[in-house]
């Protein structure tokens, strides 16, 4: 199975801040990985797939980039409503898998 | 009412099975355009996925647990459902249903149910 190691495990930061989160693939992937953002007591909401694509009605602040075993999740200006937890998904075989998550707390 | 939503007990014995049904209604079950998955968290943990299946009924399982589950598909009713047999206190977590982007099981998640929260325990 393919491994998929987050970093940062928790990040704090400030309104304002720009926030850059990396996920790691053991092996490559392409640029097969989706990203999630899960609030305490919800279902994760679906933000970027194929890496940097922005799923529809996900605020332009987000943006995503990498290919291989690197990746990031960069919010340009952090909003009170992103503190939460992402993760990062690869589905670049059928096995699917998810980073251990990369939680988002008010600084 | 929400778009896919998870039924079935809450509370499941140790070494029983623990089933599950997502109802969706987001789109009729059939269409060619869509998988169909089971993804699971234990309390304050991260995200697993179970399992995915097609309304063919072509299915991949997490090999992790592949000697313990069954996903089906109903498509009178539009629903899917997942089994897990011989059940621990280590499956305790939120079930979610989930809908792929696409027809492909490769593929991630753009529709989550809101989650059902199975305990094991005697």
């Known amino acids: 199975d393919i491994q998929m190691t987050q970093s940062p495990s928790t990040l704090s930061a400030s309104v304002g801040d720009r926030v850059t989160i990396t996920c790691r693939a053991s092996?490559?992937?392409?640029?097969?990985l989706a990203w999630y953002q899960q609030k305490p007591g919800k279902a994760p909401k679906f933000l970027i797939y194929?890496?940097?694509n922005l799923e529809s009605g996900v605020p332009s602040r987000f943006s995503g980039s990498g290919s291989g075993t690197e990746f990031t999740l960069t919010i340009s200006s952090l909003q009170p409503d992103d503190f939460a937890t992402y993760y990062c998904?690869?589905?670049?075989?059928?096995?699917?898998?998810f980073g251990q998550g990369t939680k988002v707390e008010i600084k | 009412q929400p778009l896919l939503q998870e039924s079935g007990p809450g509370l499941v014995r140790p070494s029983e099975t623990l089933s599950l049904t997502c109802t969706v209604s987001?789109?009729?079950?059939?269409?060619?355009?869509?998988?169909w998955g089971w993804i699971r968290q234990p309390p304050g943990k991260g995200l697993e996925w179970i399992g995915t299946?097609?309304?063919?009924?072509?299915?991949n399982y997490n090999p992790s647990l592949k000697n313990r589950i069954t996903i089906s598909v109903d498509t009178s009713t539009n629903q899917f459902s997942l089994r897990l047999n011989f059940v621990t206190a280590a499956d305790t977590a939120v079930y979610y249903c989930a809908r792929h982007t696409r027809a492909d099981a490769d593929s991630p998640f753009d529709l989550w149910g809101r989650g059902t929260l199975v305990t094991v325990s005697s």
């Open positions: 987001s789109d009729s079950i059939t269409s060619r355009l869509y998988y």
């Open positions: 194929k890496a940097s």
């Open positions: 998904q690869q589905y670049n075989d059928y096995f699917l898998t």
């Open positions: 092996q490559s992937i392409s640029t097969w």
């Open positions: 299946i097609y309304h063919t009924g072509t299915s």
